[in-house]
């Protein structure tokens, strides 16, 4: 499976930005899917995450603020990120695996992955 990720940049405190991932090759109906973000140091991180049922799961810095969606044909996912804060600031990661239950937000189990898209929020 192929992702590629879009639409990261820079932002001022407050504003809004919309990360897109297009999906290539999977041949599977049951899967998790979802993003993380890292930045330098520090481990990667579960921001928000869904699985094939539309069940989601969302970190508790990110709720309220971000929402985890799909298209309807499953071939591309979204992130809506709201009232951006300078330390949502990280490179964020589009990540997918083959998988059944309530999706997870620990990055080990996700087997395919982007190339990643910066955000940056300056304060």
């Known amino acids: 499976v192929q992702l590629v990720e879009s639409g990261g940049g820079s932002v001022q405190a407050g504003g809004s930005l919309r990360l897109s991932c297009a999906v290539f090759g999977r041949n599977y109906r049951e899967y998790w899917m979802g993003w993380f973000r890292q930045v330098p140091g520090k481990e990667r991180e579960g921001v928000a995450v869904?699985?094939?049922?539309?069940?989601?799961t969302y970190a508790d810095s990110v709720k309220g603020r971000f929402t985890i969606s799909e298209d309807s044909a499953k071939k591309n996912l979204y992130l809506q990120m709201n009232n951006l804060k300078p330390e949502d600031t990280a490179m964020y990661y589009c990540?997918?695996?083959?998988?059944?239950?309530?999706?997870?937000?620990?990055?080990?189990?996700?087997?395919?992955w982007g190339q990643g898209t910066q955000v940056t929020v300056s304060s």
């Open positions: 869904v699985n094939s049922e539309g069940r989601t």
């Open positions: 990540a997918q695996n083959r998988a059944q239950g309530v999706p997870d937000l620990r990055a080990h189990w996700y087997d395919d």
